[in-house]
Every structure is written in C-alpha cells, then in structure tokens.
C-alpha cells in the first residue's frame, strides 16, 4: 500500500542530527563507557557511541560546530542526544568551549578512586603498548624518582586530581549543571546511578532492574534490552598488574588532600582510601 512508503519516508524525514544536550566529560578510566552504554538503554537517549573529541583538539575544534553536530548520531524529536570524551574533563579549554556551545548544557562526571583511576589508566597504556610489541617500564619506576619521592607531574596523577579539573569547571557552568556519577556505586549497583541520571537530564524513569544482569565470568554489570543481552569489551573491567603496596600507600597519601578538596566543592564524600 502506498501509505506504508509514506509513513516510512514520514519517520525518516522526522530523524535529524543535533548537538548534545548531556555531555560525559569524564574522568578518564571513571566508568564513562559503561555510562554511557547503560544510559543508551534509554529510549529517549540517542548516545554518540565513537568519542569525538571536538572541545579538546584543536583539530577537531576548529572544523566548527557544523562538523561536531555531524558526529552525532539521528535522533528521533524527544530524544536527548549525548555524546562522551574524558578528554574532556582536564582539558584547559574545553569548559569555556563548552559553554560558548550551549551555556544550558547538562554535563555528567563520573568519577572513582583517584589511585584505582590512576592504575587502570596505567594499565591502560600498558595493554596499548603491549599490542604494538613496545616495553612500558613499571608503575612505581613511572612514578618514583628515588628518594625525591613521587613525580606528581606525571599525567596519570594530575588526571586523578580531580578538583583541580572541576574548579575550571565550575568557572563556567553553575553546579547545578554538573552530576557527578559515583563510578564505584555504578560498578556495585548501575541502577540507582543511573536512576539519579535519568532525574538530572530530565528523563522519563524508563530504566528498571531488569535492564541490568551480573555476570560471574565477567565480573562485572551487562547490559540488557529486551532479548539482546551483552556486556562491556574485554579491555573494559580487566585485571590490573600487582602494584607495590609502598607506592599504593604514597599515592592514598598524596591524593588525601586533594580529595577533600573535591568532595568541598561537590557537596558529598567518597569512601576512597
Ligand atoms: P578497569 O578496566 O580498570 O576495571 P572508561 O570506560 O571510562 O575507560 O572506564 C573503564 C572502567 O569502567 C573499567 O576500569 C571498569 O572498572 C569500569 N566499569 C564500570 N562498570 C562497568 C561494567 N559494567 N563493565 C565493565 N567495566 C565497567
């Protein structure tokens, strides 16, 4: 019937691509796949699965707001669109660019144990060098400069301070417009998180118990849509190398201060070491 064409061209006429309305900026390493894969399972979400890294490359930014708008994925009217880029969160620029995007811009940080972040972050580059058959020295010969103590120049470390990234932040965007995700309570328990996600964007509560499942060999949350079922990809939630008690200890130290400093200026604490 000829109405069956029209209503197909209808739909696809009604599907157009816009800039996010909800950004993850990060952290890096903090769960931000996993955010946004679970957030996708809404279906007022349309999630930009590639990281696009348009406000923290020069490259990229400067291809202009048409470009970055052609990253994003078609979207149904009323569906939020939402793309992420850890990147993002310690780049200097990135929040004044940000904003001059869309100052109403709602902006999701999810964050984790500055030490833990910081080992899967090495990990991370690990694995990466690995692949290309490249040597990647040690974590505590990284960070240890002999008796001068920890090198906190290092990028591992100064990602996981995460006042100092937020302060410029919040320079641009009142807190209100930030929601800060614990990354270890979506680890332990998605929905909840994602529940106070769903608020914070202003999404219809559609996420429900059985949208997640635990998987004993992965040890980790999957992801669950009607009869398709699947989890995150192996490089997401793997083991981590032994790392010397001595220098774990170093880092809870180092990162003590810094945190109290983050939990002042988002109002809430973390059971980190
Ligand atoms: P590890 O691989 O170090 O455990 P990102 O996506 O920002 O790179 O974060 C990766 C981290 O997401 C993983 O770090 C893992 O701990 C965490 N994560 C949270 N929920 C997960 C899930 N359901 N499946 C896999 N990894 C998850």
């Given at each position: 019937a000829p109405w069956v064409g029209n209503t197909s061209a209808f739909q696809a006429s009604r599907l157009q691509r816009h800039l996010p309305q909800g950004i993850i900026i990060g952290v890096r390493k903090g769960g931000t796949r996993a955010l946004l894969e679970m957030l996708a399972l809404h279906p007022q979400v349309a999630a930009a699965r590639a990281e696009v890294h348009f406000f923290n490359r020069e490259e990229n930014y400067g291809r202009g707001l048409g470009w970055y708008r052609q990253q994003m994925p078609?979207?149904?009217p009323g569906q939020l669109t939402v793309e992420k880029t850890p990147g993002y969160f310690s780049s200097p620029r990135a929040p004044e660019r940000v904003r001059a995007m869309d100052p109403a811009v709602r902006l999701l940080l999810i964050v984790r144990d500055p030490v833990e972040r910081l080992v899967s972050d090495y990990t991370q580059i690990l694995h990466n060098r690995r692949a290309r058959r490249k040597p990647y020295p040690p974590l505590e010969?990284?960070?240890l400069r002999g008796d001068r103590g920890l090198d906190t120049r290092h990028k591992a470390i100064q990602r996981s301070l995460y006042a100092l990234h937020l302060a410029r932040w919040l320079g641009a965007f009142p807190p209100a417009h930030i929601h800060v995700v614990d990354g270890g309570g979506l680890i332990r328990?998605?929905?909840?998180?994602?529940?106070?996600v769903e608020q914070f964007l202003g999404?219809?509560?559609?996420?429900?118990?059985?949208?997640?499942?635990?998987?004993?060999?992965?040890?980790?949350?999957?992801?669950?849509a009607g009869?398709?079922?699947?989890?995150?990809?192996?490089?997401k939630g793997r083991p981590h190398p032994p790392i010397a008690e001595q220098l774990l200890e170093q880092l809870c130290t180092y990162f003590s201060a810094p945190n109290e400093h983050f939990f002042s200026l988002v109002g809430r604490t973390f059971n980190w070491c």
């Open positions: 078609l979207s149904r010969r990284l960070l328990e998605p929905l909840p998180e994602l529940r106070r999404l219809a509560p559609s996420l429900g118990p059985d949208n997640f499942y635990f998987n004993q060999t992965k040890g980790f949350y999957c992801l669950r009869a398709h079922q699947r989890c995150l990809d192996q490089s």
